[in-house]
């Protein structure tokens, strides 16, 4: 595996990651798609919380690289960049959601449902006319 250094940069003081801002990580690259010892937590299912893990819990990094982000090994200057990203809404007071409205269709009835037929398979009598795309 390649041992990479990366300085966590995030400058927003409000920020969830801004504890890791200028901290220095050793990454640690096994191939395409496995990098290795960005922090992390376990994450509650059920409330998104922070929680000790175990059943029922998802574990989750504490920040996200942004792509284009560099990193070396002390000899070479390495970009990286995310193959697959998540996103996870944040949880609300309900009383949020009061005044959503929700708009009634009428759905049709399952009594107009045709079970899709495209008839009987042609009996075919002669020699097929195109083979490979040549004409015969």
């Not at 990479?4 to 003081?13: D, E, K, P």
């Not at 990580?25 to 960005?38: A, D, P, R, T």
């Amino acid at each position: 595996p390649l041992q990479l250094q990366y300085v966590h940069s995030q400058t927003n003081a409000s920020a969830y990651d801004y504890k890791y801002n200028g901290v220095s990580f050793y990454l640690e690259y096994s191939g395409f798609g496995n990098l290795h010892g960005i922090p992390g937590t376990c994450i509650d299912m059920d409330t998104g919380e922070p929680t000790n893990c175990g059943p029922d819990t998802r574990w989750s990094p504490e920040f996200t690289i942004a792509d284009g982000s560099d990193c070396s090994d002390g000899t070479n200057e390495y970009l990286i960049k995310a193959l697959r990203k998540e996103q996870r809404m944040q949880n609300v007071a309900l009383s949020n959601c009061s005044a959503l409205t929700l708009t009634s269709y009428d759905l049709p009835s399952i009594s107009l449902w045709v079970d899709p037929d495209i008839g009987s398979e042609p009996t075919v009598t002669n020699a097929p006319a195109v083979i490979g795309g040549v004409l015969q």
